[in-house]
């Protein structure tokens, strides 16, 4: 048996669906609970977990799933985990690895909107943050270098992978990016299989990106503020767990023109507060919903805003993983997956810079990060003991300061 089909979830290995059900409960409740970073720090963490130590899957399948969740709307490290659950162990590890991740962030978020309303402001967690940040980055450098050996296959993908890096900066949308890689791969192969040469992937590029330009949110127009709704909250999130691609940015864009603007429902600082909290709490970005719920309508409305936000994820993925063996077994779909997969990683290069920037922002924390650097890629130790490790950092320097 090889150790894909065992990590698969698919051959007859020794353990029974209920005890990977169990062992997926225990991985994502731990993921949940440390996942500092935002989703590539998550997502590294999870190839950690699940390539590198414990064999569930091969590099190549982890890299499909990547790919896949890129291409559908919705959180990426929770499709992510929903992903790993429905392959290790089905419908039930599908439900439980996706809750078991949001869970931690969940109460962590509720308790911090209880504060926000009875207090009217957040506790500081800049001790917090200056220590994990910094680790953050080694481990994310760290599954790129790991992922981008898989995904590199040659200097197509290596060309697509650094043009994305470089777009991704001028400001081009991260979903045309994606779909770009995928057509200019999917393209080049193919030609070069049948004409025996190699088309223009400059020429490539530039004709699909100039069929779209970056996508820009619409102005909603100020007016009265309209009654609470926990219908209309719900149908809200709904929506946009059932489009949203990119990052928790692009969350503040999606909720300001209809509960800021709209409805009136709360305010840009509210809103700004939200995203924050999102920001600095373990786990899923978009458990910005859960506070902006509470905020809105209480404990009701932070339950069906955290519903209304990730649910639509679990039933995409749920629709979109049968396919992924099929588009793997197609050589078209099969280069547009390479390409999709290599994209996937430059943009993750992208966002990686963008933290380091203001992660590393002293000896200290530049030292830090070469330390984790050091812990994760020669000696192995495990993501979370050196996000908590991070943290501890960070505390002793706001207590010894």
Not at 31 to 53: N, Y
Request: hydrophobic share 55%; aromatic share 10%.
């Amino acid at each position: 048996m090889t150790r894909e089909t065992a990590g698969a979830g698919s051959g007859p290995g020794t353990e029974t669906v209920g005890q990977r059900v169990e062992e997926l409960a225990r991985l994502f409740l731990k993921l949940g609970t440390m996942g500092f970073g935002g989703p590539a720090a998550h997502i590294a963490m999870m190839e950690d977990e699940v390539v590198q130590r414990r064999g569930w899957l091969t590099r190549e399948s982890f890299l499909d799933l990547l790919g896949a969740t890129n291409l559908i709307p919705g959180p990426n490290s929770t499709e992510m985990a929903i992903h790993i659950g429905l392959t290790r162990a089905g419908w039930r590890g599908l439900i439980v690895a996706g809750s078991c991740f949001i869970f931690p962030a969940v109460l962590i978020v509720l308790g911090l909107a209880w504060v926000y309303v009875q207090y009217g402001s957040l506790p500081q967690a800049v001790w917090l943050l200056y220590g994990v940040k910094p680790v953050i980055i080694a481990i994310v450098v760290q599954a790129l270098w790991s992922l981008g050996t898989r995904a590199v296959k040659g200097f197509l993908t290596g060309g697509v992978g650094s043009a994305v890096i470089v777009l991704s900066f001028l400001g081009v949308n991260e979903v045309l990016l994606l779909f770009a890689g995928g057509i200019v791969v999917m393209l080049v192969m193919n030609i070069q299989e049948r004409w025996g040469r190699v088309g223009s992937v400059g020429a490539l590029w530039g004709s699909i990106l100039c069929a779209a330009s970056p996508s820009s949110a619409a102005v909603a127009t100020a007016g009265v503020a309209a009654p609470v709704s926990l219908f209309t909250l719900t149908a809200f999130f709904l929506k946009v767990g059932s489009i949203l691609f990119g990052s928790g940015y692009v969350l503040l864009a999606f909720l300001r023109a209809d509960l800021v603007q709209r409805w009136g429902w709360v305010t840009d600082q509210q809103l700004i507060d939200a995203i924050a909290v999102g920001q600095f709490t373990p786990g899923p970005v978009l458990t910005a919903a859960t506070f902006i719920g509470y905020v809105i309508a209480g404990v009701p409305g932070a339950l069906l805003a955290t519903f209304g936000i990730f649910f639509p994820s679990f039933v995409l993925v749920a629709a979109s993983h049968p396919l992924i063996p099929r588009l793997r077994r197609s050589r078209w779909t099969a280069g547009f997956l390479d390409g999709v997969n290599v994209a996937s990683l430059g943009l993750m290069a992208t966002v990686t810079w963008q933290l380091a920037q203001a992660a590393l922002v002293d000896g200290l924390t530049v030292g830090l990060g070469l330390v984790a650097a050091v812990l994760g890629f020669w000696l192995r130790v495990n993501s979370a003991w050196l996000v908590l490790g991070g943290a501890l950092v960070g505390m002793a320097v706001k207590i010894l300061g």
